[in-house]
């Protein structure tokens, strides 16, 4: 075991689209600017953690010089260390808790280590590397009380932490030791070898910064069974990707994959749902429109077709709208790709009816050094507050300036800086369904059951995140 794991926990596209993983391998695996800086926040946290100390104590240091991804290293500054520390006091304040609520017990502190979950399946595939577990075990009797992971995030995307299969397989791979049976840790399972869990979300960018499901709370439905069973319906979706012919299904998870077209791949799934979307939402009983033939042989065209379903939107049912409105995104991708076509070919001398590679808007600029051009322009007697306006400091601009504490920007914020609402804009937003308390409590066999080569994993809107 080594690398990146193939089905990374990470990874929150296979459980929902096995294809992905194929589709996906045919690009570099590169990470991007905010996922190198995160990094960085993640290399102090460790740090931290092992060395006992706090997070300003490596303010204006340099931390991981040669490090693969970003071989000059992390500048800390006093903003990392802000955000670092917050994840420090909820790990202390863990283990201050754990030990009370448990008598007797010591709390594991565990850094940057490896969970397998897909070891209690024979995979060998499926692991990932946790960055905080707590172990909470009696001292006498050696019986684990309490399992927590803690997943740490250093970006602003809100995630959910509800069933989120990346904390699911950590806490799934940490308790491994002690509900499987056998010198292979596999089935059967006994989940009562760990008395209780918990999977907790420090993110210092979002409001609150803690977010966990516990067994503590009955309705968070995360008992250690809970845990197998959960673990026990994503391994299901594990074994769809072994197929080579595995299928892509579209959905939000495509947002980052490798292969979305937005991004530069090839995939086209999303958008041929799209379009399958709008062609099936005209009622085909309607007379007068006639169906497009396999051949096109009669009827009419396909973009015809189309407009005939959009020239008249208030014919079209709510449901009907929200339909076409959220295949925009995927038909949109279609003709940007067609687009990149048409100018590549005319920019190889082929021929495109109707269209032509011709210059843009124009624009002016200096014709000498912004040195030259002060110096001109002072002598035709302008002022140097004509010649580089200023501007006052945006709330967001000061409210990140390093040079303020806390407890200063806090006090800017409630005497200087309100919030204006944004205009009403359309967004999308989850699906409302109602769901009776029996149905919330379905279990997660039900919740996999469908796992097919059609339909992999349901979603259950914002329910269940996998970012």
Same mark, same amino acid.
């Given at each position: 075991m080594g690398g990146h794991a193939r089905l990374g926990p990470s990874n929150h596209r296979w459980p929902h689209c096995p294809g992905s993983v194929r589709e996906e391998a045919n690009y570099p695996d590169v990470? &991007?600017?905010?996922?190198?800086?995160?990094?960085?926040?993640?290399? @102090?946290?460790?740090?931290?953690?092992?060395?006992? #100390? @706090?997070?300003?104590?490596?303010?204006q240091q340099i931390i991981g010089a040669n490090h693969p991804d970003h071989p000059s290293g992390w500048l800390v500054g006093i903003e990392r260390c802000n955000?670092?520390?917050?994840?420090?006091?909820?790990?202390?304040?863990?283990? $201050?808790?754990?030990?009370?609520?448990?008598?007797?017990?010591?709390?594991?502190?565990e850094t940057e280590s490896k969970a397998d979950p897909g070891g209690m399946f024979g995979r060998d595939d499926w692991y990932g590397t946790c960055d905080i577990t707590l172990t909470c075990v009696h001292l006498?009797?050696?019986?684990?009380?309490?399992?927590?992971?803690?997943?740490?995030?250093? &970006?602003? &995307?809100?995630?959910? #932490? %509800?069933?989120?299969s990346q904390l699911l397989s950590y806490l799934a791979g940490k308790m491994r030791p002690y509900v499987t049976s056998g010198p292979d840790m596999v089935r059967p399972f006994k989940p009562d070898g760990v008395k209780g869990c918990r999977m907790t979300i420090v993110q210092p960018k979002t409001n609150p910064v803690v977010r966990y499901q516990c067994s503590t709370k009955p309705e968070d439905r995360l008992t250690p069974s809970d845990v197998i069973d959960k673990v026990t319906g994503l391994s299901k979706a594990a074994r769809l990707t072994d197929n080579p012919d595995a299928p892509c299904v579209s959905g939000k998870h495509c947002q980052w994959c490798k292969a979305n077209p937005k991004r530069g791949g090839?995939?086209?799934?999303?958008?041929? %749902?799209?379009?399958?979307?709008?062609? $099936?939402?005209?009622?085909?009983?309607?007379?007068?429109?006639?169906?497009?033939? +396999?051949d096109n042989s009669t009827g009419v065209s396909a973009f015809e077709y189309i407009s005939k379903v959009v020239?008249?939107?208030?014919?079209?049912?709510?449901?009907? @709208? +929200?339909?076409?409105?959220?295949? %925009?995104?995927? @038909?949109?991708?279609?003709?940007? %790709?067609c687009e990149a076509e048409i100018v590549e070919r005319l920019n190889t001398g082929q021929h495109v009816s109707g269209y032509a590679m011709q210059p843009g808007r124009s624009s002016k600029k200096w014709n000498e050094s912004e040195e030259e051009v002060v110096k001109k322009l002072k002598a035709k007697k302008l002022k140097l507050d004509d010649i580089y306006p200023k501007k006052l400091i945006s709330p967001a601009q000061v409210l990140k300036l390093g040079k303020l504490t806390d407890v200063q920007k806090k006090k800017l914020e409630s005497e200087l800086i309100s919030v204006v609402e944004g205009k009403l804009t359309l967004k999308k937003v989850a699906h409302s369904v109602a769901q009776s308390d029996t149905d919330k409590l379905q279990s997660v066999q039900e919740m996999f059951a469908d796992v097919s080569n059609e339909n992999v994993v349901s979603d259950n809107g914002d329910e269940i995140s996998f970012f």
């Open positions: 990470s &991007g600017e905010a996922a190198i800086d995160g990094t960085g926040s993640h290399l @102090l946290l460790e740090m931290c953690l092992d060395n006992n #100390v @706090l997070a300003i104590q490596y303010d955000r670092v520390q917050m994840c420090l006091d909820y790990v202390q304040r863990r283990v $201050n808790e754990l030990k009370m609520e448990h008598e007797g017990c010591s709390v594991i502190v006498q009797t050696n019986e684990v009380m309490f399992v927590e992971v803690i997943d740490y995030k250093d &970006g602003r &995307g809100w995630v959910h #932490v %509800k069933d989120n090839h995939c086209v799934t999303a958008t041929e %749902k799209s379009i399958k979307v709008v062609t $099936n939402m005209f009622d085909v009983n309607n007379t007068d429109i006639v169906p497009v033939t +396999s020239s008249d939107p208030k014919s079209l049912t709510s449901d009907q @709208l +929200s339909e076409l409105m959220s295949s %925009k995104d995927a @038909l949109m991708a279609a003709f940007d %790709k």
